[in-house]
């Protein structure tokens, strides 16, 4: 039950008149003789009535006098709804709509260095530049474009200027392991490889050459190099020991002598491709459109978050992760972008808020990682650092603590409003999140998002409310997955959201919705491990574990706990006549540190004598992290239809053991 004392922020009369969603309920009553009387009477009618919102949202970001439409919604079954036949938008044109001299379109801060700001006509500058040496490289539509780079201006100078060629865009962070990235980039098939020549982090400078040339030994289908010198200015050429590769620096690319011109392409013409964990094999390759992407974007940021054109919009992030497109999105409202490509911790636990300081930045994204961390740390931003300008927090990747929550109302401002969205990959938005027109309390999501059909099922598939259940999609959104790469009859896409409830999305997190709306999203219902706001698939995990000699099986499982934290165990079965010491764990740490990513370094790593499966052979991991969250064996399978089913009373012995002993 809300209480006052859960309340940390209410609107003020700005949010309730001016804000973009009260601009929007205005003019739907002007425009459409709508009169809404709160929030929740928007949200049902804008996903009851499908074509009547989709089509406002259209009209009030003045798509209608960019392109015209056969009708919104084809189909609207799952999947394979049809969104605004005989459309034609093009995101990188779309992101050049409001461009100003009166702002900066980037800020980009490197670790340790100074802010620069990069205008609009400078970006689009640097757009035709590449877009013109893509197509001279032969690239455009069906073709593939993959970005090795952090977040620095040169990626989003190469996604938009892949989108105005109509090339399809995909990226992963030189942070992954070099078998990581070509798990995701092998199946994209690229032509042409954007890559970095290293990265700054956490002090330490990180030179990725040798990796860049093991990609290009394992992308047979790159036919050039486009080099970044973002630490060295060594010549591109000697990257590649691969002499079929044609090597351009970007620094040395000829200025193209005509203006940027955008590839016509419909609505539902593939934009990029977005990775997920790769839960239960390879990473699925989601393939989203330029229409669906540009509609939602607008309807998510403008009348979900309230970016309005004069925002200074930053997002700690990776390229790896679906907000660095979500960031990119803030060019879609003329919002300038704050790009910081080094560590929030950097040099010291508000290495965030100083980059937010330096940048002058008015909306601010973070993990809720970092902010638990600095509130570990007993920080006070708003006392250490000059953060007037800020007047709300986007807050995402896991549930915070309800002491984080109040941490963050106490030290960054009663003022500042904070949003705490839930999203992913798969749509590349938020489902739920905030809103200007209602209050923030304690540990709970304001409300699902506009446009979003969003429910708590059983296992049955009815609906609850107050009661935790699986989060379903029961209408699509036009930034559903066009398809997966690879999946050529779509079985891998059905599968993943609709194998639970057909014609229902299943999105595998569970989640309780309230009669006020606000929404509590508890955790993954499936196996990923999402640390830090960076989702990584067991199956990665497993990959390098088990390929040790020392390893003959492995389970890892990453559990959200009641206090706000993430436990992440592996559980190691080791090879015979061998010992799990100190020695082994530092092995199987380091492995996982240079092969994937140093977030996904286990918490601990701990003996078991066998790993329970499924009688077909799937590890228990989702029943494993049930039952470290506090769940009775009994709930979560039945002896016979596993095997080692001992080994799941072990695992409840051990989660007893370990809340006895306080958690640790």
């Known amino acids: 039950m809300n209480t006052d004392t859960d309340l940390l922020w209410s609107p003020g009369r700005r949010e309730l008149e001016d804000s973009n969603v009260a601009v929007f309920m205005e003019w739907l009553e002007e425009a459409r003789g709508l009169c809404f009387t709160d929030y929740a009477e928007l949200w049902r009618w804008s996903t009851t009535d499908l074509p009547g919102f989709w089509s406002a949202v259209w009209e009030f970001y003045g798509l209608d006098a960019v392109t ?70 032969g690239v455009g539509p069906g073709d593939c474009v993959a970005g090795y780079l952090t977040n620095i201006p040169q ?100 200025v193209a002598g005509e203006a940027l011109v955008f590839a016509d392409v419909p609505f539902d013409h593939p934009l990029w491709i977005l990775w997920s964990s790769g839960t239960t ?62 560590s929030p911790t950097f040099p010291d636990a508000g290495g965030a808020w100083r980059i937010a300081e330096r940048t002058r930045a008015t909306m601010v994204g973070v993990g809720a990682a970092y902010l638990a961390a600095v509130e570990r740390t007993d920080g006070h931003p708003a006392a250490e650092f000059d953060l007037r300008p800020l007047r709300s927090i986007l807050q995402t990747g896991s549930a915070m603590a309800p ?22 990959t798969d749509v590349c938005s938020v489902l739920a999140g905030g809103s200007a027109l209602l209050p923030v309390r304690v540990g709970r999501i304001q409300c699902p998002a506009l446009g979003v059909a969003l429910a708590a099922w059983d296992d049955s598939g009815w609906p609850l409310t107050g009661t935790q259940g699986e989060l379903v999609l029961t209408a699509p959104l036009p930034s559903m997955p066009l398809y997966f790469v690879d999946d050529p009859d779509g079985e891998r896409y059905r599968a993943s959201y609709f194998d639970v409830y057909p014609g ?49 099986d492995s389970l890892v499982v990453g559990v959200e706990q009641a206090d706000g934290g993430y436990f992440m165990p592996l559980f190691v079965v080791t090879a015979e006549g061998t010992a799990l010491d100190d020695g082994l764990r530092e092995q199987i740490a380091a492995a996982i540190r240079r092969r994937l990513s140093p977030r996904h370094v286990p918490d601990v790593i701990l003996p078991v004598h066998a790993v329970p499966r499924t009688l077909t052979g799937k590890k228990l991991e989702v029943p494993v992290k049930r039952i470290l969250q506090g769940a009775r064996v009994a709930d979560v399978s039945s002896e016979g239809a596993v095997t080692h089913f001992e080994m799941l009373r072990w695992f409840a012995d051990f989660a007893a053991r370990r809340a006895e002993a306080g958690g640790s």
């Open 281 to 342: 094999g390879v990473p699925k390759g989601i393939v989203q459109g330029h229409g669906g992407i540009v509609l939602e974007l607008l309807k998510a940021l403008g009348l979900g978050a309230d970016l309005r054109p004069e925002d200074r919009y930053l997002f700690i992030t990776s390229t790896s992760w679906m907000v660095w497109n979500l960031l990119v999105g803030g060019l879609l409202h003329g919002s300038t972008i704050v790009l910081y490509d080094g």
């Open 504 to 552: 229902v999305w299943r999105h595998g997190d569970w989640v309780t919705v309230d009669p006020d709306l606000s929404v509590v999203v508890s955790g993954r219902s499936d196996s990923t491990l999402n640390r830090m706001g960076l989702r990584m698939g067991s199956s990665d995990v497993y990959t390098v574990v088990e390929q040790l000699a020392e390893v003959a």
């Open 155 to 254: 990626a989003v100078v190469a996604l938009l200027a892949t989108a105005a060629v109509g090339a399809v865009w995909t990226a992963c962070s030189p942070d992954f392991g070099t078998p990581s990235v070509l798990a995701r980039l092998g199946q994209a098939r690229p032509t042409v490889l954007v890559a970095a020549d290293g990265y700054r982090y956490g002090g330490k400078e990180y030179d990725r050459r040798p990796a860049v040339a093991e990609l290009l030994d394992g992308l047979p289908t790159v036919r050039h190099l486009l080099a970044v010198d973002n630490l060295f200015t060594a010549p591109a050429e000697g990257w590649s020991p691969r002499p079929d590769v044609e090597a351009h620096g970007w620094s040395a690319l000829p």
């Open 403 to 424: 002491s984080t929550w109040r941490w963050v109302h106490d030290r960054l401002g009663p003022g500042v409003w904070v949003q705490s969205i839930c999203g992913g």
């Open 68 to 137: 015209r439409y056969d009708e919104v919604l084809g189909d609207a079954s799952m999947p394979g709804a049809r969104w605004f036949p005989g459309a034609r938008l093009n995101f990188a044109e779309r992101c050049f709509a409001q461009a100003t001299d009166t702002r900066p379109a980037l800020v980009a801060v490197a670790e340790g260095r100074t802010p620069v700001e990069i205008s609009w006509e400078q970006l689009r500058r640097e757009v035709t530049d590449v877009a013109a040496a893509l197509r001279r490289m």
